[in-house]
């Protein structure tokens, strides 16, 4: 007759896989802890030439550093020249909202107000004309005050009537 053995076959076979488990996690992990591979940006290449070799004499250094700093100095000039440039080049006209009206208002003499799109066109063109060759961008501001407007469809109608020229909506922070 076949008889149970003494222990159970499971008190050794649970440890085991246990140690099995381990040893695969080990054998996953290997890549990411052997030594680092070296990016593709750092590969050699057989097609580039071999990289010039750095002078050793002060004065060269001193002239390479002169040429660099020459070249820095006119970049830096080109960048302000560039910036002072576009800043003339730009108007930028304000519109606020009423807040208790949802229109649309700017300061032009005395206090006008924006209600319809046609106004708006209106708008636009007497500023281009003012503006002549330089860009117009209209900035619309938000009240200031918590107020029920804008709405939704506030903002879908202006965004409608100024899709044709650079327009941005200023949100201000609260406390500002």
Same mark, same amino acid.
């Given at each position: ?63 390479? *550093? ?6 820095? !100095?006119?970049?830096?000039? +080109? %960048? ?5 440039? #576009?800043? @003339?080049? *730009? ?6 909202? !009423?807040?208790?009206?949802? +229109? %649309? ?5 005395? #206090?006008? @107000? ?63």
């Amino acid at each position: 007759m076949i008889s149970l053995p003494r222990r159970s076959v499971t008190r050794f076979f649970i440890p085991l896989i246990d140690v099995l488990i381990l040893l695969f996690c080990i054998f996953l992990l290997m890549p990411f802890v052997s030594a680092p591979a070296r990016p593709d940006d750092e590969k050699p290449d057989a097609k580039a030439p071999p990289p010039a070799a750095l002078p050793t004499d002060v004065q060269e250094l001193q002239k390479q *550093l002169a040429a660099v700093t020459k070249d820095r !100095d006119e970049a830096a000039k +080109r %960048l302000d020249r560039f910036q002072k440039e #576009r800043g @003339e080049r *730009l108007v930028v006209r304000v519109l606020e909202i !009423d807040p208790g009206s949802g +229109r %649309l208002v700017y300061y032009a003499p005395g #206090r006008q @107000e924006i209600a319809s799109q046609a106004q708006a066109e209106q708008l636009i063109a007497y500023e281009k004309r003012l503006a002549g060759e330089k860009d117009i961008f209209f900035t619309i501001q938000y009240p200031r005050q918590a107020s029920k407007h804008p709405t939704e469809t506030d903002l879908a109608g202006y965004r409608d009537w100024f899709k044709n020229v650079p327009h941005g909506f200023e949100i201000p922070r609260p406390g500002s």
